[in-house]
């Protein structure tokens, strides 16, 4: 079993019930029952290992108990098919979720972040970001672009991105499925994903489907942590914002992590 809850019983429940013993967080009665007890012993040990505390016992914890329970293939990622995400974007073109749909699932795997909610978070990520299931640029607007002035002129001083004036605002705009922007994300992502200096050197390469999803898994995996403990709170918002720095996009990243919940096992 990939995953253990309140509720389940039987023989891994019984092994995870003799790990916690064993590690000194008292389960309760040794009878493959997974129940009140067995979930208060496991999310102490979650606390004191500084892992997820969702009283859940997955790979992670499972690892950490060194547990003999053999964890299962990636289900949300044999479960993630073109026609289920058609479903997260009702207005998407099918030909875009095809071609897109691959290397975003596969550097997810790389990443590890296999597990269904960082599925789902990737997913509806790539529906309040770009509809389309394509990476793209940044447009121009108002929040760029001054009146009259050359296109992401507001960006080009932000010191807080890394910018150095003209042209970095331009140069350095939002690209990819996620909108990686600045140049100090373009460098510090871009040895992340094993491309060295390239994307600030050339940063279009952000929008090449493969590289864009690299972009996108290793920004979650920085994240992983705390997006997950908003999943678990039910804070879509706050799982939004650690991405977005905001709520844009937020009722489409809503409706999409919603859909996917119910069409992705």
Excluded: C, W
Excluded at 93 to 121: F, Y
Excluded at 153 to 162: E, K
């Amino acid at each position: 079993m990939a995953t253990l809850k309140r509720g389940m019983r039987n023989n891994e429940v019984r092994e995870l019930q003799e790990k916690l013993k064993q590690a000194g967080f008292n389960p309760g009665a040794i009878d493959g029952h997974f129940g009140g007890a067995t979930e208060r012993a496991l999310r102490a040990f979650q606390t004191s290992e500084g892992l997820l505390v969702d009283g859940i016992a997955g790979p992670q914890t499972l690892a950490s108990l060194s547990a003999d329970i053999e964890p299962d293939p990636p289900l949300a990622i044999a479960s993630v098919t073109v026609e289920r995400v058609s479903k997260m974007f009702p207005s998407t073109p099918r030909v875009n979720i095809e071609t897109n749909l691959p290397p975003v699932l596969s550097s997810l795997v790389a990443s590890e972040l296999a597990d269904k909610n960082m599925v789902l978070m990737a997913l509806a990520t790539i529906r309040a970001e770009t509809a389309g299931f394509l990476p793209i640029s940044e447009g121009k607007s108002r929040f760029n672009t001054s009146p009259g002035g050359h296109p992401f002129d507001l960006y080009d001083n932000r010191r807080d991105l890394g910018n150095q004036g003209k042209p970095d605002g331009d140069l350095f705009k939002g690209r990819g499925y996620i909108q990686l922007t600045g140049r100090d994300n373009y460098a510090r992502i871009g040895e992340k994903i094993g491309l060295g200096n390239e994307l600030v050197e050339n940063p279009d390469r952000a929008n090449e489907p493969e590289v864009a999803a690299d972009v996108l898994a290793a920004f979650l995996k920085v994240k992983e942590r705390r997006i997950k403990e908003a999943i678990v709170r039910g804070d879509l918002r706050a799982a939004r914002r650690l991405v977005n720095g905001g709520s844009h996009g937020l009722e489409r990243f809503r409706r999409a992590f919603r859909t996917g919940e119910t069409v992705i096992i």
